[in-house]
Nanobody, 126 residues
């Protein structure tokens, strides 16, 4: 069963960059579209980015468009979220998850994800 693990979170100042990683120790991710989500304190979890299984398809929520870049290295079985120009409103727990559809042609920000990781916390202070 696919189990994802996120890493790379931390406490940073406004304007700083962070790169989050998402991987699986025992299942190849090459056939999965992967989504990134975050949950801010007191708010519902929101989809912020996704990447297709081959890496050719990606999408971003308006809140992070132009600042965050999703990528993947299937040879390393890893998916990344490069976060630039971080703002206090980016604070939250960040999760990755796998689209349950096998090898979808494009990724989606719709709630079609399963196999959630445990999350990694990002705190951005002003």
């Amino acid at each position: 069963q696919l189990q994802l693990v996120e890493s790379g979170g931390g406490s940073v100042q406004t304007g700083v960059s962070l790169r989050l990683s998402c991987g699986s120790a025992d299942v190849s991710l090459r056939y999965y579209a992967i989504g990134w989500f975050r949950q801010a304190p007191g708010k519902e979890r929101e989809a912020i980015s996704c990447i297709g299984s081959s890496g050719e398809s990606s999408d971003y929520a308006d809140a992070v468009k132009g600042r965050f870049i999703v990528s993947r290295d299937n040879a390393k079985n890893m998916v990344y979220l490069q976060m630039e120009s971080l703002k206090p409103e980016d604070t939250g727990v960040y999760f990755c998850a796998a689209d349950w559809r096998p090898s979808p042609p494009v990724c989606t920000l719709l709630p079609l994800y399963t196999s959630w990781g445990q999350g990694t916390r990002v705190t951005v202070s002003s």
